[in-house]
C-alpha cells in the first residue's frame, strides 16, 4: 500500500514537472518568435557625435520618458556639467592671455581672479558640491566677465562642451533647493557613455500592428570604448552612424592632434568595410546643423584637411545650404568608394538632424521606420 502511494505520489510529481517543463518550453518558443520580429538597429559614432542625445530622445518620444527619481540623479551629472564648464573658460582664458598678440581682452578682472581660481580648483575635484545660490552667483558672476566672454567664442579650442551656454544662462534656477531637472536639461547634460546601454521601442507605439518593434544600441564613442561595439556587429538590421557635422574645426577629446570630422571620416569608412554588414541599411545622421549653420558663415569649410576643396558661394540661408551640400555629397562619395561592388544596393539613407530638436528626431525616426519597413517588405518579395 505504502508503495503504491509512493508510487503516485511519484507520478504526480513526474507529472507536474513534465508541466513545468512544457509551459517553460512554450515560452521560450514565444520569446524566440518575439525576438525574431525585433530589429537591431546600432548607434555608433565618434565621441561627442550626439549619440546619447538621440537615445534620450527615443527614451522621451517612443516610450514613458524619465520619471522623477530618473530626472533627478541627472542633478549631479548637471552641476558637474557646469563646474566642467566654468573651469575651461577659466583656465582657457589664463591660456590665451599668455599666447597671443591681443592677449588683454583675454585678462581676468581682479575682483573676479579669487572666484576664477576658487572654481578651476572645484572643476578639478572628482566630487563636485551641490550646487547652491551662492555658488551660482559666484559662476554668473565670473561667466559675465568680459574676458570669459571672449574665452567662449574661443570654445572650439578648448573642448568646451555644446551645454555650456545653456547651463550658464540658467545657473538661478539650477541651483534651487527643490531642483527637479526639466526634460531639456537632461538632453543637454553631458555625460560619457561607456559600456553598452540599450532600450526597445515602436515609433508609432508597441501596440499597433503597422509599427515595428526595434532594440537600440548605443555605445560610448570615445577611441578606448570602440573595442566593446564587436560583439554587438552580428544580427545588425541597421547602423545609424552619427556624425556632428559642426565640429570640422575641433580636435578630440582624448587627442588633441586630431580634427574630429577627419576621426569621423575614418571611423565611417571602417565601419562600411565591416563584413558583417554586408546586408546592412546604413542611417547617417549629419547631426547638429543647429551649430554648423550658425559656425559655418564664420569658420569657412576648408580649415578641415577632408574639406579643402571647398569654395564658399554665397551669403547667409543659401551658403549654409551650399556647404550642408558640400559635406553630403562627401559622405555620399566615401559611402560609395569604401563600399564593395555587391553591397552598394543595401539601403543608404542620409537625415539632417539636430539631436535637441525633439520634432525633427521624432520626424527623422519615422522615416526610419518607414524606410526599414519598405526594406523588409521588399526582401520579402511583397514590393
Not at 344 to 372: C, P, S
Request: proline share 2%; net charge negative.
Amino acid at each position: 500500500m505504502g508503495s503504491l502511494c509512493s508510487r503516485q505520489r511519484h507520478n504526480q510529481a513526474g507529472s507536474e514537472e513534465n508541466e513545468q517543463t512544457a509551459e517553460i518550453e512554450r515560452r521560450i518558443e514565444q520569446e524566440t518568435k518575439a525576438e525574431k520580429h525585433i530589429q537591431k538597429l546600432l548607434l555608433l559614432g565618434a565621441g561627442d557625435s550626439g549619440k546619447s542625445t538621440i537615445f534620450k530622445q527615443i527614451k522621451l518620444l517612443f516610450q514613458s520618458g524619465f520619471d522623477e527619481a530618473e530626472l533627478k540623479g541627472y542633478i549631479p551629472v548637471i552641476h558637474a556639467n557646469i563646474y566642467q564648464t566654468i573651469k575651461i573658460l577659466y583656465d582657457g582664458s589664463k591660456e590665451l592671455s599668455q599666447s597671443l598678440e591681443d592677449s588683454s581682452k583675454f585678462v581676468i578682472s581682479d575682483e573676479n581672479k579669487e572666484i576664477g581660481d576658487k572654481f578651476s580648483e572645484i572643476g578639478g575635484r572628482l566630487n563636485y558640491p551641490r550646487l547652491t545660490k551662492e555658488l551660482a552667483h559666484e559662476i554668473e558672476t565670473l561667466w559675465r566677465d568680459s574676458a570669459i566672454q571672449e574665452t567662449y567664442v574661443r570654445g572650439n579650442e578648448l573642448q568646451l562642451p555644446d551645454c555650456a551656454h545653456y547651463f550658464m544662462e540658467n545657473l538661478q534656477r539650477l541651483s534651487d533647493a527643490d531642483y527637479v531637472p526639466t526634460k531639456e536639461d537632461v538632453l543637454y547634460a553631458r555625460v560619457r557613455t561607456t559600456g553598452v546601454v540599450e532600450i526597445q521601442f515602436s515609433p508609432v507605439g508597441e501596440n499597433k500592428k503597422s509599427g515595428e518593434v526595434y532594440r537600440l544600441f548605443d555605445v560610448g564613442g570615445q577611441k578606448n570604448e570602440r573595442r566593446k561595439w564587436i560583439h554587438l556587429f552580428e544580427g545588425v538590421s541597421a547602423v545609424i552612424f552619427c556624425a556632428a557635422i559642426s565640429e570640422y574645426d575641433q580636435t578630440l577629446f582624448e587627442d588633441d592632434n586630431t580634427n574630429r570630422m577627419m576621426e569621423t571620416k575614418e571611423l565611417f569608412e571602417w565601419v562600411l568595410k565591416q563584413p558583417c554588414f554586408e546586408k546592412t541599411s546604413f542611417l547617417l545622421f549629419l547631426n547638429k546643423f543647429d551649430l554648423f549653420e550658425k559656425k559655418v558663415l564664420k569658420v569657412p569649410l576648408n580649415v578641415c584637411g577632408w574639406y579643402k576643396d571647398y569654395q564658399p558661394v554665397s551669403t547667409g540661408k543659401q551658403e549654409i545650404e551650399h556647404a550642408y551640400e558640400f559635406v553630403k555629397k562627401k559622405f555620399e562619395e566615401l559611402y560609395f568608394q569604401s563600399a564593395a561592388p555587391d553591397r552598394v544596393d543595401r539601403v543608404f539613407k542620409i537625415y539632417r538632424t539636430t539631436a535637441l530638436d525633439q520634432k525633427l528626431v521624432k520626424k527623422t525616426f519615422k522615416l526610419v521606420d518607414e524606410t526599414l519597413r519598405r526594406r523588409n517588405l521588399f526582401e520579402a518579395g511583397l514590393l
